[in-house]
Structures are given as structure tokens and as C-alpha cells.
């Protein structure tokens, strides 16, 4: 007898499966096409940015690499002697790289090289740190494209080569990065200020103490110098005025200035109006605020002697003959 045998299903199904799973291959391979730009349009280009997470920025291009490091409550240029780096221009750094929005997705890893953010051929490649001695961020900026109106740029390992919004401009040169401005009180609330010159008397009578404030917070700078290491013209340096500041919480602020030729040059130091030792085991916490205070200060400031710009010069010469006999 022969036995009647029902075909198996699974015979019918699988060429089924493969009809479909061929058809939602090209689908799939269409779309993803159109993948990348869905994807990554409107994004930031680099998510979850935190400024103030940042420890160390490198920066490198053709023709050097320099860095800028996280000191105290700001950065210091390394390249630069450690010289203390204009936070303006710092934040405006981070906020362009960390503002910049993709448009879309100008090409593939083949297309690194051609559009300049490949590992060896790159404009300008950004490295952003926030722990560790690895960079957690890693931009290369490459060709301008859209009419100047955005440029190449490539983060991490990714594939993508992205178009970004606006074209972003980052300054390429250390010395870019260096602070213009001596120091900075105009955040500290002075009690008294003391005006004394080696040389000439100061007439207390005609000494207005705000406009010697107003010209000495800010300073504005033309060259930064080491003190252990300024030119030959500046080695015997004689500082002959000296203004000390003394804050509402206690902390006196030193500025002094000399002029050798038609240079004028300045300096800063804070100290605290009692050691912390005078006072006994018992520390008052307004006392901890003033060395905190002191330290924060002194950081940045002592160790530099800083070349006053024609601005400041010119203001400095402005009160002083009104103060002196």
C-alpha cells in the first residue's frame, strides 16, 4: 500500500523567507542610503560637551601642536611658559566646537583623505580631555565646503565625514590664546587703597582712589615675561610705585609698575593681612576664604611680569601726575 505523505510545510516557507528576507534586503539598502542623513542632520557634533569638565585641550595642525591645561579656576597656555590664557577666548573655542550642528554627511572613510580628517592629512585636528591621558573627544576639521558655509569635520573614530553648519574658525596660534589682561579685580569689592613710590611723594590730597582702581583692574597686556627670565633690558628691573588694594574680606592685592625707556612694566602678588599660623588652632572659616582667595590669585599671577599696552600706559600716566608733587 502506498502511504499518502503530506509535503512538509517548512519546504514552502523557507523560499518564502528568503523572498522576503531578499526583498527587505534591498529595501533596507535603499534606505540606508538615506540612513545617515535622518540620522545625524540637526545633531551637535559633538554631544554632551561640559566646559567645565574640560582638563586639557590639545591643539595640532601641519605645522605644531600646543596645548592649553586646566589651572586653578582657568587654563594656562604650556607652550606659552604656563602663561595664563584668555578665557574668552577659551569659552569661545568650546562653544563653537561644542555648538556646531551637523547638516548632513558629505562622505565615508574613503573620502577622509579628500576632505582632509583623515589620521594623517587634517586642517586642524582638536583634542578634548576631561580625565585620564586619553582625549575623550577627538575633532578633525577639514575643507570648507557649501560655499564657506560649513566645513568637513570628523570626530572620533566614526566613518562619517560630516558637514557642519558654520564654518568654524579656531585660532591656530599659541600665542593667540594668552590672556591680554594682567589681572583682573573688578569681581573684588576694595576697602582702602595705598599708593606709595620709592622715588616721588604721593599728594593724598589729590588721590582719587577709584580712578586708580579703574586703571588698574583691568591692566591691559602687550608681552608676557618670566621673571627668571626677562630680557637683558628688564634684568635690574627697579620697581618704584606700588599700589596695595585691600579687599572688604581682608586680602591685600600688591601692584607695582617701573618704566625702563619708554616701556612701562607691572607685577602682582595677593597676600593675606595674617597668617594663618598667628592666629592660632583655631581658624576662622573667613580666614581658609581669604588664603583660598590669595591662592586662586597668585596662581595665575605671580612669576610674570607683564609689558603694558599704550592704553594702559597711557591711563597709568593719567593718574599718576595727578598724584604726584
Partial sequence: MKIMTMPRQRDHILPALA???FLLGGILFKY?????????????????LEPKELTKIIFKTKEKTFSISKQGDGFVVDSQNSAPA???KINEVILRLGGAQITGVEGSKADWDKMNVSDSQYELQVELFTRGDSPKWKVYLGKVINGKSGRAARLNEQNEVFATKDFLYIPTNDTEYISKIAFDLSKVKIKSVELS????KVDEKKFVKDDLISVLSPLKVLNHFKTGALPPEFVNLKWEWTAQL???SGVLYNVSWAKVGERWLAKAQANMNQTITELGPIVDISVLTQKADVDRFNQSKMGWVWELDSESVNKLKNVLMLNTK
Avoid at 32 to 48: C, F, K, M, N, S
Avoid at 197 to 200: I, R
Fill in 32 to 48: 540606508d542610503q538615506r540612513l545617515p542623513e535622518t540620522v545625524w542632520e540637526g545633531r551637535d557634533l559633538i554631544a554632551g
Fill in 86 to 88: 584668555d578665557m574668552q
Fill in 197 to 200: 613710590n620709592k622715588v616721588a
Fill in 19 to 21: 523572498l522576503v528576507v
Fill in 246 to 248: 585691600m579687599s572688604e
